[in-house]
């Protein structure tokens, strides 16, 4: 049976109890532990600093040439906190509620908690850092509300969010740096976990420009390495976002958790071409605006403004007239495939709705001509000052969709479509953040545990800031207290150079395959299986298809690849293959896990098993628990399971009607 | 958008590591679609010299939407290609025309040594962040966020400043390779806001220090950086830059 070691006590006691009782370690004893930290995205940036300030010896990797262009940095929208600053009736418990009902009774209501209530600490943290979110005219900080919550409580910084707190994250990881308590090495990947007795003791990693492999020591590693979605190839992750160091924890015992949850966001921007490499998000802060439609007439090939009003069907509002355009995500999106799927799509693909702001436009520019006293203004006047408003809030992404498309989103209405975002699914892990590894940690999108089956917006940042800042720098206390004799183990020990002999046997077998076809070419096919079979909608035919293609694939991968260049150089072609191999793996085990999970919950829609008005139909009888794999042999996994409990939150039909 | 095809001859810039001395290559590349993104056209012509036996050529991106500041190709004499305000990875294809020639060149610049092809070190800039480019506050010292108001005017400017993404391109651009738009984007960034206050002095003195020794050259206001910047960050972070450089020069105090 899975522990997942939450702190008994009511709900709202559980991390107080956890903190006024974990092991500490002392001062002169933190100098003599070293942390391993893989990845310096919102996670691993934010632990990496805060463990350095605390005294650790921390080393910290990423395999971008800076710490400070982890995948992190793309979010948009913005970070939740429960300050209730808008004194609109929010608090901790809703947040809470919010985010367990959001993803469909799938999470943990201990870990789920214990996000809410370190919420508001992120935001302060982040302000004194210098983070420069938004404000209103009496200086004080601006919310906006997102998908899933009736309540304004997102923080942002326009629409560069991540990069605004991850900048903060960044900076005070290269102070650390300066203070010699944070080695950083950019430009490496780290490519195996180092076991010495049943714990995580280190890693192997290459040396991206050099290509050299290199041992290094860790009383502890942390893995705080992203999501995956880039496993369906096209995704709005950034083209380096990879699973293969979660992967490699789980080829190392690591379970990996629900690892068939994705998020497929209702709002990118579609895909153009067969050339297409990724595709780009337009945040879920536009839905706050701006309001989804089709025409109501099918296959209507009228210019969005040659249709009048009366012909404009506002599906999202129709359907959900009490959250409207701000429903969740996966309800969002799974309506927009009804639409496109129904002959309704817009767009030369037909693969497309509208998300339109003109009425936005409308309405700011209302509002500022009252407020400068404009009386009658003009229907120029009133565009003219309403652009202005939209831009304030949402220039960068209007200019973005403008320079991708070619089009100008505040004369004509965007074309969007929903794309993989996100992955809830991840390497599983305790209340303390462990692995079932001993000394394997998982942090930020590494991890499965907050976001159940479908992760809210703003959700995401606020859960890396609170791993890093203020979970794990108590929890690996916890652990490392009893680690304080233990003296740093040499990297000439036989596990070190047994790891790195097999590291460099499966380079060598990769570079020696010589077939034909590109890493590429492999992904591509790789994302089209995913997409198309275990996407948005799954059923147990496609799924069951899916696993075969999947194999045949592997199959095809290791004996026809070609891998220009050597390995001793930089050579990214060789970087994408060892990725694409894990990928392949791991596509597998996605579907799996989607078959195995006979019930729709949150983004992951069973066709089997959906309601009369063809929403996601739980069966919280039979399936209310995380799905734990653990990998048994090539091709072979077993289930664990971690039965979820809700003693607060009652599981209920999700409904945003 | 009306879309089209077109056919392009590439000269890029080739080199197999940091001590070799580099050449161009051309390349005739055929049927991009106007809808690609220059980078698209990369993927495209790196699978065709795979295909063909060939190495591909290397080159720095990861978000491909302007955000992380990985990308870095010289286009045609100018830092992120033609478009205003952009990065290497937004410029689309709809930019060029049927039989353009288009000259592709890594950053250039003494202390962003080439590592391969179009990749370049830019960890100087990590560096001069390093040396004081933070404010000195560890997790758990914060107060309420909200207990410091700040007028928006200022929070919106640092945000300006804060918005840059370390691309370098502004060293690029400029003849005399001066970082001198990067540091004071984020010297202005952290100056603007009361948090920023205690270390100003240090961190203006330091920041300028480590530039120094980098090797990045002096600033002759030429401006060149700030036309490339594709963040739009500011010239006039350089005479602030400059400003606060002397103050703290005169009072300096630790
Ligand atoms: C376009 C976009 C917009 C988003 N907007 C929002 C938003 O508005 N609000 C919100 O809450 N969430 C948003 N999200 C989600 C959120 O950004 C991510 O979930 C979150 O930033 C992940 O942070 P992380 O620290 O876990 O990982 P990442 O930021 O992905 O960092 C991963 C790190 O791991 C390193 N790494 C990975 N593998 C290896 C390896 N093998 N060796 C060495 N290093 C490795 C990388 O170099 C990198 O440093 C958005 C996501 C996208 C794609
Ligand atoms: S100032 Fe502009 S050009 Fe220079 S690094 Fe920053 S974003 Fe790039
Ligand atoms: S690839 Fe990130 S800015 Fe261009």
């Given at each position: 049976m899975l522990n997942a070691k939450i702190p008994g006590g009511p709900l709202d006691q559980k991390w107080t109890y956890y903190k006024g009782h974990c092991n500490l370690v002392n001062p002169a004893n933190k100098r003599k532990l070293e942390v391993i930290i893989i990845g310096t995205g919102l996670a691993g940036a934010s632990a990496a600093a805060s463990l350095g300030e605390l005294g650790y010896k921390v080393k910290a990797f990423c395999f971008q040439d800076s710490p400070r262009r982890a995948h992190s940095i793309a979010a948009q929208g913005g970070i939740n906190a429960a300050k209730n600053y808008q004194n609109d009736g929010d608090s901790v418990f809703r947040l809470f509620y919010d985010t367990i009902k959001g993803g469909d009774y799938r999470a943990r209501e201990g870990n789920v908690h214990r996000l809410a209530e370190v919420s508001a600490n992120i935001i302060d943290q982040c302000v004194a850092q210098g983070v420069p979110f938004a404000r209103e005219y009496g200086g004080l900080l601006s919310n906006r509300s997102f998908g899933g919550t009736q309540v304004q409580r997102t923080f942002y910084a326009a629409g560069q969010t991540g990069q605004q707190l991850l900048i903060g994250a960044y900076q005070a990881l290269e102070r650390q740096v300066a203070l010699g308590n944070v080695k950083m090495y950019s430009r490496h990947e780290m490519l195996d976990i180092?076991?010495?007795?049943?714990?995580?003791?280190?890693?192997?990693?290459?040396?991206?420009?050099?290509?050299?492999?290199?041992?290094?020591?860790?009383?502890?590693?942390?893995?705080?390495?992203?999501?995956?979605?880039?496993?369906?190839?096209?995704?709005?992750?950034?083209?380096?976002?990879?699973?293969?160091?979660?992967?490699?924890?789980?080829?190392?015992?690591?379970?990996?958790?629900?690892?068939?949850?994705?998020?497929?966001?209702?709002?990118?921007?579609?895909?153009?071409?067969?050339?297409?490499?990724?595709?780009?998000?337009?945040?879920?802060?536009?839905?706050?605006?701006?309001?989804?439609?089709?025409?109501?007439?099918k296959g209507d090939t009228r210019k969005p403004n040659e249709i009048p009003e009366?012909?404009?069907?506002?599906?999202?509002?129709?359907?959900?007239?009490?959250?409207?355009?701000?429903?969740?995500?996966?309800?969002?999106?799974?309506?927009?495939?009804?639409?496109?799927?129904?002959?309704?799509?817009?767009?030369?693909?037909?693969?497309?709705?509208?998300?339109?702001?003109?009425?936005?436009?409308?309405?700011?520019?209302?509002?500022?001509c009252s407020k400068l006293g404009i009386e009658d203004p003009t229907p120029e006047q009133v565009r003219e000052h309403g652009v202005n408003v939209v831009k304030e809030k949402y220039g960068n992404l209007f200019d973005m969709y403008e320079k991708i498309t070619g089009e100008n989103p505040y004369e004509v209405p965007m074309r969007i479509y929903p794309a993989v975002h996100y992955t809830m699914g991840g390497l599983w892990v305790d209340y303390e953040l462990m692995t079932n590894v001993p000394g394997l940690y998982a942090l930020g999108e590494a991890n499965f545990s907050d976001h159940g089956a479908n992760r809210l917006g703003a959700s995401a940042l606020m859960q890396g800031l609170a791993d890093g800042y203020f979970v794990i720098p108590y929890t690996i206390g916890n652990y490392l207290s009893n680690d304080i004799r233990t003296a740093a183990i040499p990297t000439s020990h036989q596990a070190f150079v047994d790891t790195e002999k097999a590291v460099q046997d499966r380079i060598d077998r990769l570079m020696n395959i010589k077939g034909a076809k590109t890493v590429e070419s492999f992904h591509k096919r790789l994302g089209k299986i995913m997409w198309d079979k275990c996407g948005m909608a799954r059923n147990a035919a496609g799924l069951q298809e899916a696993i075969e293609e999947i194999r045949q694939l592997k199959k095809e991968f290791w004996s026809n690849l070609r891998i220009p260049g050597g390995i001793k150089e930089m050579n990214p072609e060789l970087d994408k293959a060892n990725r694409v191999a894990d990928f392949i793996e791991l596509g597998e085990l996605m579907c799996i896990d989607a078959l195995q999970r006979n019930e729709s919950c949150g983004g992951h829609f069973r066709e089997e098993s959906q309601t009369e008005e063809g929403e996601a139909k739980r069966d919280d009888n039979n399936f209310q628990y995380v799905a734990a794999w653990e990998l048994k042999g090539e091709g072979n996994w077993e289930l664990h399971r971690e039965d979820l409990v809700f003693e607060v939150a009652k599981p209920s039909q999700r409904s945003y009607k | 958008?009306?879309?089209?095809?077109?056919?392009?001859?590439?000269?890029?810039?080739?080199?197999?590591?940091?001590?070799?001395?580099?050449?161009?290559?051309?390349?005739?590349?055929?049927?991009?679609?106007?809808?690609?993104?220059?980078?698209?056209?990369?993927?495209?012509?790196?699978?065709?010299?795979?295909?063909?036996?060939?190495?591909?050529?290397?080159?720095?991106?990861?978000?491909?939407?302007?955000?992380?500041?990985?990308?870095?190709?010289?286009?045609?004499?100018?830092?992120?290609?033609?478009?205003?305000?952009?990065?290497?990875?937004?410029?689309?294809?709809?930019?060029?025309?049927?039989?353009?020639?288009?000259?592709?060149?890594?950053?250039?610049?003494?202390?962003?040594?080439?590592?391969?092809?179009?990749?370049?070190?830019?960890?100087?800039?990590?560096?001069?962040?390093?040396?004081?480019?933070?404010?000195?506050?560890?997790?758990?010292?914060?107060?309420?966020?909200?207990?410091?108001?700040?007028?928006?005017?200022?929070?919106?400017?640092?945000?300006?400043?804060?918005?840059?993404?370390?691309?370098?391109?502004?060293?690029?651009?400029?003849?005399?390779?001066?970082?001198?738009?990067?540091?004071?984007?984020?010297?202005?960034?952290?100056?603007l806001l009361p948090q920023g206050d205690p270390e100003r002095k240090s961190?203006?003195?330091?920041?300028?220090?480590?530039?120094?020794k980098e090797g990045f050259g002096g600033c002759t206001n030429t401006g060149a950086c700030e036309a490339v910047c594709p963040k739009e960050i500011s010239i006039t972070n350089i005479a602030r830059l400059n400003n606060e450089y002397i103050k703290a020069g005169l009072t300096v105090d630790k």
């Open positions: 180092v076991m010495i007795d049943g714990k995580a003791r280190g890693i192997i990693a290459r040396n991206l420009v050099t290509g050299e492999l290199e041992r290094h020591f860790g009383h502890a590693v942390l893995l705080c390495s992203g999501g995956y979605g880039n496993v369906f190839y096209l995704s709005t992750n950034a083209m380096g976002s990879n699973v293969t160091a979660a992967w490699k924890a789980h080829k190392k015992g690591a379970y990996f958790g629900n690892p068939c949850f994705t998020q497929i966001h209702p709002t990118c921007i579609p895909v153009s071409g067969d050339h297409q490499s990724k595709l780009t998000l337009m945040s879920e802060s536009l839905r706050n605006d701006g309001r989804i439609w089709v025409p109501k007439q009366e012909e404009r069907d506002y599906y999202l509002e129709r359907r959900y007239p009490a959250f409207g355009n701000l429903v969740p995500r996966d309800v969002a999106s799974r309506a927009a495939k009804e639409r496109c799927d129904a002959g309704y799509g817009v767009g030369s693909s037909r693969q497309a709705v509208y998300l339109d702001y003109a009425k936005a436009i409308e309405r700011y520019g209302l509002g500022e | 958008m009306e879309h089209h095809t077109m056919n392009l001859t590439l000269k890029v810039w080739r080199q197999k590591n940091s001590s070799d001395s580099g050449h161009f290559e051309t390349y005739d590349v055929k049927d991009i679609s106007s809808e690609m993104s220059f980078l698209e056209m990369f993927d495209v012509l790196n699978e065709r010299l795979i295909a063909e036996g060939k190495d591909p050529i290397a080159f720095d991106h990861d978000c491909r939407e302007g955000i992380c500041g990985m990308c870095s190709m010289y286009i045609n004499g100018r830092p992120h290609g033609p478009w205003h305000a952009n990065t290497t990875c937004q410029l689309h294809m709809r930019a060029y025309k049927d039989g353009d020639t288009i000259v592709v060149e890594p950053w250039r610049a003494k202390s962003f040594p080439v590592i391969k092809d179009l990749v370049v070190d830019r960890t100087a800039f990590d560096r001069i962040i390093q040396a004081g480019g933070y404010i000195s506050v560890n997790t758990g010292n914060a107060v309420d966020a909200n207990s410091i108001p700040i007028e928006k005017d200022k929070a919106d400017l640092a945000f300006a400043n804060a918005a840059c993404i370390g691309c370098g391109a502004c060293v690029a651009a400029c003849k005399n390779s001066s970082a001198m738009l990067f540091v004071s984007a984020k010297v202005s960034h952290l100056a961190r203006v003195i330091n920041m300028i220090a480590q530039m120094d």
